[in-house]
């Protein structure tokens, strides 16, 4: 095994796709979302293109992988849950993002509470409870917005970032 001091797979400096390199200077606080309840249909996917906007009801937005099994069971079954990450969990957000190894599926990495909108990961402290209510193609992406059905907000510590392509560790 060789120990590099760069990513291996980068492209290079020349090559790189400028709108990514813009995305990762913004940095994001790492979400996971979660939809379908049964062991055959649930789904999750690391989320860091995501936003939440004001309102009544308030609305949460994302830009999905129109290819990934998390889009497809959110806008089949019409209803999700978000929840933030914090530093311990990313290792589940990389098993989640596929970047990781997770045998026997990344839902085994954690314990889950169940709802009528998906799983639930037990030691969130902060997540909420969404519906979908639009869809529309966006660039590569599926921008999903939701309304934001129930909302807890925990007294947790430092959330997950992620930020020109990695994790930042929580702040001092």
């Known amino acids: 095994m060789t120990i590099h001091t760069t990513h291996p797979f ?3 400096e020349g090559d790189r796709d400028p709108v990514r390199r813009l995305r990762g200077r913004l940095g994001g606080t790492v979400s996971l979302w979660t939809a379908g309840a049964s062991d055959a249909d649930r789904a999750g996917l690391t989320v860091s293109s995501w936003l939440v906007a004001g309102g009544e009801p ?5 830009l999905l992988d129109p290819d990934a099994d998390l889009t497809e069971a959110l806008l089949e079954t019409g209803r999700g849950v978000v929840q933030l990450l914090a530093w311990p969990d990313r290792g589940l957000a990389e098993a989640f ?15 889950w509470v169940a709802t009528d ?9 902060t997540w909420a409870l969404v519906s979908v209510e639009s869809e529309a193609a966006v660039g590569w992406s599926t921008l ?8 807890v907000v925990g ?8 930020r020109r392509g990695r994790f930042s ?3 001092a």
């Open 117 to 125: 909108h998906g799983l639930r990961l037990a030691h969130a402290q």
């Open 155 to 162: 007294e947790g510590g430092d959330p997950l970032v992620h």
């Open 58 to 62: 308030g609305r949460v937005l994302a």
């Open 10 to 12: 980068l492209e290079p």
């Open 144 to 151: 999903v917005t939701c309304t934001l059905d129930e909302v």
């Open 97 to 111: 993002a596929g970047t990781a190894p997770a045998p026997g599926g990344p839902f085994r990495m954690a314990d």
């Open 169 to 171: 560790p929580p702040s």
